[in-house]
């Protein structure tokens, strides 16, 4: 992006910020920490951490500060399920070591344990970075390959939060002003090939009704 096109740093207003932790706690969980930025470019990125509740297994990770830009979404894809404004969530299990130290900077800590993080707030400003939009059914992938040594995930899908309800999905901030909730499920390479020659719904299909979207490293690779 050129100094010509760089954005103004944007930041949500404390009443749309209100709103936001209200809907996160009414429809996912109360958040005893956050994950705060310490150096923001562009938008101010935190990531709100809701530990397992008596609703959900599981920790949930949902970035706040995202929706903050507006994306630039094309005439032909305007519709109510796409929003210039997203915000995204990332679901772990109960045994994943989350970084204790939350002012160690980022290439100090363990990318086995990371990495969910670290994509969770890539996805979340490549809006921002690459001046497009993200929506149901987009994917993003890592080009170095896998996300961490320990799995074979390298693929992030863009979803529904089906787990929490079809109210969690999306909150108003404002007049004529709302931000969707999207939730990213990991895929291996050729779950990702999959859904680029089929959809996403058939990839969907694929998956057994045991799959749970909740982060699994060891799970099976429906793609092979």
């Known amino acids: 992006m050129s100094e010509q096109e760089k954005i103004p740093f944007c930041v949500y207003s404390e009443e749309q910020l209100k709103e936001l932790e209200s809907h996160i ?5 109360e958040c005893k920490t956050v994950l705060h930025e310490l150096e923001s470019p562009d938008i101010h990125l935190d990531v709100f951490v809701i530990e397992p509740n008596e609703n959900y297994d599981g920790y949930t990770l949902v970035t706040v500060g995202a929706g903050a830009y507006r994306m630039k979404i094309p005439e032909e894809y305007e519709h109510p399920i796409n929003s210039r404004r997203a915000e995204f969530l990332i679901r772990l299990p109960e045994t994943w070591e989350l970084p204790k130290d939350l002012s160690a900077p980022e290439e100090e800590v363990d990318e086995n344990w990371y990495w969910p993080i670290r994509w969770l707030k890539n996805v ?5 970075s690459f001046g497009t939009w993200l929506g149901w059914g987009h994917s993003v992938q890592c080009e170095a390959g896998n996300f961490a040594e320990n799995t074979g995930f390298c693929c992030l899908l863009v979803e529904m939060p089906y787990t929490f309800g079809n109210e969690a999905f999306r909150v108003d901030i404002g007049a004529q002003e709302h931000v969707h909730f999207y939730q990213l499920i990991p895929l291996y390479r050729e779950e990702m090939e999959y859904k680029i020659h089929n959809g996403t719904d058939a990839l ?14 060891n799970r099976k690779n429906y793609g092979e």
């Open 25 to 29: 706690k009414k429809h996912i969980g």
């Open 124 to 128: 979340a400003r490549r809006p921002v």
């Open 204 to 217: 969907m299909e694929l998956f057994e009704d045991s799959f749970s979207d909740i982060v699994d490293i």
